[in-house]
């Protein structure tokens, strides 16, 4: 029998044409990760709930502040090699956008506070983000992600994260 595959909720903020990403260094160079964790599964956590979670943990953002829900916008899977382990890693990843208004962008903490290495949390422009090496592998659709206009319709699927088109660093 296969394991499930893992969940992973995340999210795209967004103000004034900026993203928000996490910065980490790594031997082979920087990796932007957009704030999010993994679904705690066996406590019966919904993905709304532990994006909330989540981004409380990592940047002190209360998504229940929010004007507007955050949305569920792309949809992507994972099977990758991963430096160090034999077996492929795994994740299913629901990537929702939210816009933030300036007040919620100025709480938002400068490092990962739910990590030992407190990695920087950086704001960038939407075009420079996407040509940087993000874990997930968005930034093809990271424009369409930034439009209020684009929201509608349903998540959409993205292209699988695979040893083909993506590395760890």
Do not use: K, N
């Given at each position: 029998?296969?394991a499930?595959?893992?969940?992973?909720v995340?999210?795209?903020?967004?103000?004034?044409?900026?993203?928000?990403?996490?910065?980490?260094?790594?031997?082979?160079?920087?990796?932007?990760?957009?704030?999010?964790?993994?679904?705690?599964?066996?406590?019966?956590?919904?993905?709304?709930?532990?994006?909330?979670?989540?981004?409380?943990?990592?940047?002190?953002?209360?998504?229940?502040?929010?004007?507007?829900?955050?949305v569920?916008?792309?949809?992507?899977?994972?099977?990758?090699?991963?430096?160090?382990?034999?077996?492929?890693?795994?994740?299913?990843?629901?990537?929702?956008?939210?816009?933030?208004?300036?007040?919620?962008?100025?709480?938002?903490?400068?490092?990962?506070?739910?990590?030992?290495?407190?990695?920087?949390?950086?704001?960038?422009?939407?075009?420079?983000?996407?040509?940087?090496?993000?874990?997930?592998?968005?930034?093809?659709?990271?424009?369409?992600?930034?439009?209020?206009?684009?929201?509608?319709?349903?998540?959409?699927?993205?292209?699988?994260?695979?040893?083909?088109?993506?590395?760890?660093?």
């Amino acid at each position: 029998m296969t394991a499930p595959i893992p969940v992973r909720v995340c999210a795209v903020l967004v103000h004034d044409g900026r993203v928000c990403l996490i910065r980490r260094q790594r031997s082979a160079g920087p990796q932007h990760s957009l704030p999010g964790g993994v679904v705690e599964d066996q406590d019966g956590e919904e993905p709304a709930d532990a994006l909330r979670r989540e981004l409380l943990e990592e940047l002190g953002l209360d998504l229940a502040v929010l004007p507007a829900p955050p949305v569920l916008r792309f949809v992507q899977g994972q099977e990758t090699d991963r430096p160090g382990e034999s077996v492929p890693f795994r994740r299913r990843h629901l990537v929702y956008v939210a816009h933030l208004p300036d007040h919620l962008v100025q709480a938002v903490a400068a490092a990962e506070q739910d990590a030992p290495d407190e990695a920087p949390v950086v704001w960038l422009p939407v075009a420079d983000a996407a040509g940087l090496h993000l874990y997930p592998d968005v930034g093809a659709v990271l424009d369409q992600a930034v439009r209020p206009d684009t929201v509608a319709g349903g998540p959409v699927l993205l292209p699988a994260m695979t040893g083909a088109s993506y590395r760890w660093r």
